[in-house]
């Protein structure tokens, strides 16, 4: 039994160990994907369209969580729309595993986000990423063209794009990142809504998920559960919040409840425009 997190991330209770070595035992075999790809593997587009100096086209997937909850087919739908989208940058928003990070699903990830053209690739890792081997999952997302940043940024067109360490589990520094930014035109990569606080009314947009909308949502997309204030705030959806956009993507996979109620699976166009 596993009690601890593998990984840099903080927070790994020995409950959450507990629990993760039944579903390890549980779900063997994938049954859960498959029996959910059998019911929907929809993946919705939501475009976001902001003024800014400079027009650049970014997309934004989050939360894959591959694993024994997730349909391949709805991670490959996800991507095949991102891969039509005519990109710029493709952002990766964390959460790339459930369960434990391996060979497979390294190479699985590498292909996912390799299939996509972009001039650039920046990403964010998020708490399931941090429990686990994180060291696989940076090195096969580094194969595929990606800039892992951790409170640090790169620029692309007049835009710098500023991955944040995810709020919960790693060492968000919001400062840092901003520091390391030399263009006016600034948008943020986080794991989760918690890093708005440090960037509120300092960028112009920030893309997030973690929530996945509630997982499990009334109609109307209305969660029961969501972690944390900022993520109960803003489950999902495009908000201004001190003239920064803020985008929280429901993200794309499945976790310790295999199945999605009211909380559909989906990725975001970004588009700015001067
Ligand atoms: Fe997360």
Known sequence: MLL????????????????????RAAYVGDWPARL??????????????????????????SDLHLGPTTPMRTLERAFAILGSAELDVLALGGDYVFLDA???????????????????????????????????????????GVRVLVNDAVEIDGVSLIGLDDPWTGALDA??????AASETKIVIAHAPEA??????????MLCGHTHGGHVALPRGRPIVVHGHVGRRFPHGVHDVDGTTLIVSRGLGGIEIPLRTFAPPDVVVLTLRA
């Open 4 to 23: 601890r997190s593998r990984g840099r991330g903080r927070g790994y209770s020995p409950l959450r160990g507990a629990i993760e070595t039944a579903l």
């Open 36 to 61: 959910w790809s059998r019911i929907t593997t929809e993946v919705r587009r939501v475009d976001v369209t902001l003024r800014a100096p400079v027009n650049l086209r970014i997309g934004f997937a």
């Open 102 to 144: 391996t060979r497979a699903k390294a190479r699985a990830l590498a292909a996912l986000v390799a299939s996509v053209p972009a001039r650039a690739k920046v990403a964010v890792l998020g708490n399931h990423d941090l429990w686990t081997e994180h060291a696989l999952l940076e090195d096969a997302l580094q194969s595929a």
């Open 175 to 180: 400062e840092r990142g901003l520091a390391r």
């Open 196 to 205: 708005l606080p440090g960037v509120a009314g300092r960028v112009r947009a």
